[in-house]
């Protein structure tokens, strides 16, 4: 089984910074592609970016693109998003996935999640 554990989120103004980390136990990680999702109350689950197996390729939403940057460290199997000026429309709970494919934009694209980590930004 895959564990993915996310933490990092919180509460900034609009403006603002954080940076989310995800941590992979239970597989190879550096075997799988992995992305972060987001989803606010009342509404679907978002793509937000994703990530080869490499690190080298991403690819991003383009609600975040230039704002948000998604990299991962394969001796810690951990995979983080470093998100800049934040808006309002940011704040959602945020959650990793893992995937055997790589640029997949849908949740069911993705086989293993973790629980997400809420992220709110006051305007």
């Known amino acids: 089984q895959v564990q993915l554990v996310e933490s990092g989120g919180g509460m900034v103004q609009a403006g603002g910074s954080l940076r989310l980390s995800c941590v992979a136990s239970?597989?190879?990680?550096?075997?799988?592609?992995m992305a972060w999702f987001r989803q606010a109350p009342g509404k679907e689950r978002e793509f937000v970016a994703t990530?080869?197996?490499?690190?080298?390729?991403?690819f991003y939403a383009d609600s975040v693109k230039g704002r948000f940057t998604m990299t991962r460290d394969n001796a810690p199997n951990t995979v983080y998003l470093q998100m800049n000026s934040l808006k309002p429309e940011d704040t959602a709970v945020y959650l990793c996935?893992?995937?055997?494919?790589?640029?997949?934009?849908?949740?069911?694209?993705?086989?293993?999640w973790g629980q997400g980590t809420q992220v709110t930004v006051s305007s």
């Open positions: 996935a893992l995937s055997s494919s790589y640029y997949k934009t849908t949740p069911d694209s993705y086989d293993y």
């Open positions: 990530i080869s197996r490499s690190g080298i390729s991403s």
């Open positions: 239970g597989r190879t990680f550096s075997s799988y592609a």
